[in-house]
Nanobody, 131 residues
Framework: EAQLVESGGGLVQAGGSLKLSCAASGFFFADYNIVWLRQIPGKEREGVACITNGGGYEYYEDSVKGRFTISRDNAKSTVYLQMNGLKPEDTAVYFC????????????????????????WGQGTQVTVSS
């Protein structure tokens, strides 16, 4: 069964750092771009970052550029999101998702499910940044 499991969230003061992990299983990880998205209650999910299947290209939402870094370890089927300089507005539930490699991370913020055909999202990991 294909699965993505997010972890690493927590409570941190503004200016602090967290590193999120997304562990994949049940599918060939290296065939997919991996996306991090976040959702604040009452708001739509938004794309945060995307990394192509081979790790050669990274894309970031404007508000996190220079602060967040996405990376992946295909041998471990895991993608990471290093978050530095956290701000209260980064408070959200963070989710990971996959995108077929041929999309090249285009429109990654519009994903509607974590895995193609699943119709659902994982549990996500809560990030709370206090001021």
């Amino acid at each position: 069964e294909a699965q993505l499991v997010e972890s690493g969230g927590g409570l941190v003061q503004a200016g602090g750092s967290l590193k999120l992990s997304c562990a994949a299983s049940g599918f060939f990880f290296a065939d997919y771009n991996i996306v991090w998205l976040r959702q604040i209650p009452g708001k739509e999910r938004e794309g945060v970052a995307c990394i192509t299947n081979g790790g050669g290209y990274e894309y970031y939402e404007d508000s996190v550029k220079g602060r967040f870094t996405i990376s992946r370890d295909n041998a471990k089927s895991t993608v990471y999101l290093q978050m530095n300089g956290l701000k209260p507005e980064d408070t959200a539930v963070y989710f990971c998702a996959v995108q077929y490699a041929y999309f090249g991370c285009s429109d990654y913020g519009s994903l509607t499910e974590s895995l193609p055909g699943s119709g659902s999202w994982g549990q996500g990991t809560q990030v709370t940044v206090s001021s």
